[in-house]
């Protein structure tokens, strides 16, 4: 099944992130990621804080941020399917304008996660 994902530049002040927020039961799940997502163009791996749930209402949302928190600007958007889930691996394809391949979200031992790019298998 296929679901909406989108990336939110947010700037607040001084302090600049990217918002990473993926479609899944009626809700955005968000991950706060300190790198331009750009980065992952390059084959880097970019740490992900998870953060609470968004509405629906913010994949298309670009403005203000309610409570003086910044503002955020769409950079990317588009479908992504989940390939492989467990407790410590989340793998997607996305399929977007700027954002295209098979990305794992990872969780370590410390509990940590990171977001990164792995090369596809079994396609043509």
Sequence with gaps: MRNRYVI???RAGQ???????????GALKTFR??????ALLEGKWIA???IQDHELRFLTY????????GSVVR??????ETLRQDANLW???MQGASLKGVFQMKEDKEGLQTFGPVAERGTS
Excluded: F, I, T
Excluded at 15 to 25: A, S
Excluded at 62 to 69: F, P
Excluded at 75 to 80: F, K, L, R
């Design 33 to 38: 990621l300190k790198e331009d997502p750009k």
């Design 8 to 10: 939110l530049r947010h």
């Design 48 to 50: 992900a804080e998870p």
């Design 75 to 80: 950079e990317a958007q588009g479908d992504y």
């Design 91 to 93: 793998e997607v394809r």
């Design 15 to 25: 302090d600049l992130h990217w918002d990473l927020m993926l479609e899944r039961e």
């Design 62 to 69: 670009e403005g203000s941020v309610q409570g003086g928190k």
